[in-house]
């Protein structure tokens, strides 16, 4: 696959220099170093002469003018003092690696310096270079989606984006996977009572009586795999259009239980493009296979409208809304529709942390009402990239549903409140062929007026991820 077009190198390297202002008036007097030419005792107390500021943009501009072995020989020489000094090392030693074609070795050293200080800018849009020249994409792109809030203009920021138009365009058919190990508490889903009192299955009297909830209802804890897999397909239609197909396969195995489930998924959209984000409207489809629990597989098949958006430099607007159509081969009587509406509003507070703004609706309806829903969702995220190579990602929502007819056997309309949240933590310098570890704790509780549908859920999540 091709890599990044000079010219969209050269447009992120401007970005670079706009951000910090790099001065190269040190050079304006003529005192520029031949390339690999030995150094003169003249150059060499000249580069002295200068204090460490003027020591870094001199060392920074040798590399990128080519003096190589010169920057290296003065960078050994004379090490640069002060709390910068390791960063600023590691940055220096990750551009000369970077202009001698050791791509893969400079990311190590920018790597370092990010995560010793996640909020070094400049590190962070060299690095991003280096990893769009690598065929890095998805890396690439979230160090570059980072970055945007930092941009010092509204168009250096429409700059950056383009940027990641054309490695979009640059790689028009994308493949992700992962494999996680899975504990959890609450493997099914299931009640955390063993008994509900029934007050319409009779009793003395007709007051209704205690029964004694299945063992396969009740909640169960196991540890499983988890796996899935994502194909894409992106084609520019013309300027302003895009066509996007989509296909995704996750799958979750919990041997000590025998439970199994496998979740397939395919979409077409075609995107409007805008100057700051996109407008979609297209079809979807899903299979959920649950050979265990077969009234709970389904397929479904229905339409999507989706849009993003730049409201400032630092706001991003993303929703959806999708309509669709459900059949339960194992149970009929649950066939029905579902709409389904969702939007994300993110502020980046600086290139290394951000936060989130959640709200959904969902109104799903049944051949059994009582099963019929429709609720609401509202919820917080949060995503901070911190010293010592330490991410962190939160999230926390509450959901509040109502059904729409009287449970025969409660004898009430059922309602729930459900409340979710959960962290990750990666380790961004701790990485393999381009991968760091993740590991994910959530946990849920879900309050109903019916015991049955009452439970708590703790779960761990261990994978890999490459957006790092």
């Given at each position: 696959m091709a890599s990044a077009q000079p010219s969209q190198r050269k447009k992120l390297r401007h970005f670079i220099g706009a951000v910090f202002a790099l001065s190269i008036g040190i050079l304006e007097s003529g005192q520029a170093i031949a390339a690999e030419a030995p150094l003169t005792p003249d150059q060499i107390a000249y580069y002295q002469s200068g204090d460490e500021n003027a020591r870094v943009r001199l060392l920074i501009e040798m590399t990128h003018t080519g003096h190589l072995d010169a920057a290296k020989t003065l960078l050994k020489r004379f090490p640069l003092q002060g709390k910068l000094a390791e960063n600023r090392t590691l940055f220096l030693e990750g551009?000369?690696?970077?202009?001698?074609?050791?791509?893969?070795?400079?990311?190590?050293?920018?790597?370092?310096?990010?995560?010793?200080?996640?909020?070094?800018?400049?590190?962070?849009?060299?690095?991003?270079?280096?990893?769009?020249?690598?065929?890095?994409?998805?890396?690439?792109?979230?160090?570059?989606?980072?970055?945007?809030?930092?941009?010092?203009?509204?168009?250096?920021?429409?700059?950056i984006r383009s940027f990641m138009q054309q490695l979009d365009a640059n790689h028009p058919l994308k493949f992700s996977g992962f494999v996680a190990v899975a504990p959890s508490t609450n493997i099914n889903l299931g009640s955390s009572h063993d008994t509900v009192y029934a007050p319409g299955l009779g009793g003395v009297g007709?007051?209704?009586?205690?029964?004694?909830?299945?063992?396969?209802?009740?909640?169960?804890?196991?540890?499983?795999?988890?796996?899935?897999?994502n194909l894409g397909f992106a084609h520019h239609l013309g300027d302003h259009f895009q066509g996007v197909l989509a296909a995704g396969a996750v799958g979750t195995y919990y041997p000590t239980l025998s439970a199994a489930t496998l979740g397939l998924s395919q979409s077409a959209e075609l995107r409007y493009l805008t100057t700051t984000g996109y407008l979609g409207l297209g079809g979807i489809s899903s299979e959920t296979i649950d050979p265990v629990n077969r009234a709970?597989?389904?397929?479904?098949?229905?339409?999507?409208?989706?849009?993003?958006?730049?409201?400032?430099?630092?706001?991003?607007?993303?929703?959806?809304?999708?309509?669709?159509?459900r059949n339960y081969p194992g149970g009929p009587a649950s066939n029905g529709t579902a709409l389904m509406l969702s939007s994300v509003l993110t502020h980046a507070i600086d290139s290394s942390s951000n936060v989130a703004l959640i709200l959904g609706y969902e109104n799903v309806n049944q051949q059994i009402d009582f099963n019929s829903y429709h609720d609401g969702t509202l919820g917080l995220g949060f995503y901070k990239e911190l010293p010592h190579g330490i991410t962190l990602?939160?999230?926390?929502?509450?959901?509040?549903?109502?059904?729409?007819?009287?449970?025969?056997?409660?004898?009430?309309?059922?309602?729930?409140?459900?409340?979710?949240?959960?962290?990750?933590?990666?380790?961004?310098?701790?990485?393999?062929?381009?991968?760091?570890?993740?590991?994910?704790?959530?946990?849920?509780?879900?309050?109903?007026?019916?015991?049955?549908?009452?439970?708590?859920?703790?779960?761990?999540?261990?994978?890999?991820?490459?957006?790092?």
């Open positions: 551009l000369i690696l970077e202009n001698r074609g050791q791509l893969n070795a400079s990311t190590v050293k920018f790597r370092s310096a990010l995560a010793n200080d996640p909020k070094l800018t400049m590190v962070r849009a060299e690095l991003a270079q280096v990893l769009a020249r690598l065929d890095e994409t998805d890396s690439a792109k979230h160090h570059l989606e980072l970055l945007v809030a930092e941009a010092p203009s509204p168009e250096q920021a429409a700059g007709g007051a209704g009586s205690s029964w004694q909830i299945a063992p396969a209802n009740q909640k169960q804890s196991g540890t499983g795999i988890t796996a899935g897999a709970l597989a389904y397929t479904s098949y229905g339409l999507r409208g989706s849009f993003e958006t730049m409201l400032t430099q630092r706001d991003q607007l993303a929703g959806s809304a999708t309509f669709e159509f990602e939160g999230q926390a929502t509450a959901r509040f549903a109502g059904f729409d007819g009287v449970n025969p056997l409660a004898l009430v309309t059922r309602t729930d409140e459900n409340y979710t949240g959960s962290l990750t933590l990666t380790k961004r310098d701790w990485y393999f062929l381009g991968l760091a570890p993740s590991l994910n704790y959530t946990y849920t509780r879900n309050v109903s007026n019916i015991a049955v549908y009452d439970y708590d859920s703790h779960a761990v999540d261990v994978r890999l991820t490459k957006k790092f």
